[in-house]
């Protein structure tokens, strides 16, 4: 996506389409463990924009912007904005800390982009957002499993995408086919911060689990 042109899906819409129903909307994740992931996937992002990395050296996983210029959008603007102001959190606090409205943030945003309907009340229940064009939504799912299919890495922001989709536990119930082989060397083809991203993420989701039952 081309910097200040928000009308195509980020890597963080896409993980959103994968996430839910390409023609309902429906969440195929609880929404706690869908929030765990977006949280990734916006962080993900500024990483991959080359404005935010971990620090791995010290053994906490700390999270810290590397770069201040403007992000041209809101959303990602406001979670650098906090990585600049408080640089010292573990990348696991902070997991939490935007999962907190991550959630609504994004449905906020893929709505004014045009990509998800406003959701709708019908016969006294509210509809989710659906995806204003199905073939968009189904899109980011389709490539994953195409890459399964073909046991061939995707490009690395789709590994990112695939990386975090089984982080949340969602690669298992929406993909045609899980490998688990597959899928370690799909995500082993990043970027250290990347992996150790997905990896909290993972154990985020794992607690969040656990603290439910």
Not at 189 to 211: F, H, M, R
């Amino acid at each position: 996506m081309a910097e200040g042109d928000h009308s195509s899906p980020s890597l963080t819409d896409d993980l959103f389409f994968v996430m839910h129903d390409s023609v309902t909307g429906r969440t195929r994740l609880h929404p706690r463990l869908a929030s765990l992931g977006l949280a990734g996937a916006v962080i993900s992002e500024l990483m991959l924009a080359e404005r935010a990395t971990l620090d791995l050296a010290s053994g906490q996983d700390r999270l810290y912007a590397t770069s201040r210029d403007a992000t041209g959008d809101p959303l990602t603007q406001s979670v650098l904005d906090h990585l600049i102001a408080e640089p010292q959190h573990p990348v696991a606090t902070w997991l939490h800390f935007f999962a907190r409205t991550i959630y609504a943030d994004v449905t906020g945003r893929m709505i004014a982009a045009k990509l998800l309907k406003p959701p709708a009340r019908h016969l006294l229940k509210q509809q989710p957002a659906a995806p204003v064009n199905t073939n968009t939504a189904a899109w980011p799912l389709a490539r994953l499993n195409l890459s399964v299919e073909r046991r061939k890495p995707p490009v690395i922001r789709d590994c990112v995408l695939f990386g975090l989709f089984v982080a949340t536990g969602g690669a298992q119930r929406a993909l045609r086919e899980h490998d688990p082989a597959f899928a370690a060397a799909t995500i082993a083809v990043l970027s250290a911060p990347l992996q150790k991203l997905i990896v909290q993420t993972q154990v985020a989701v794992g607690e969040a689990v656990i603290s439910r039952r």
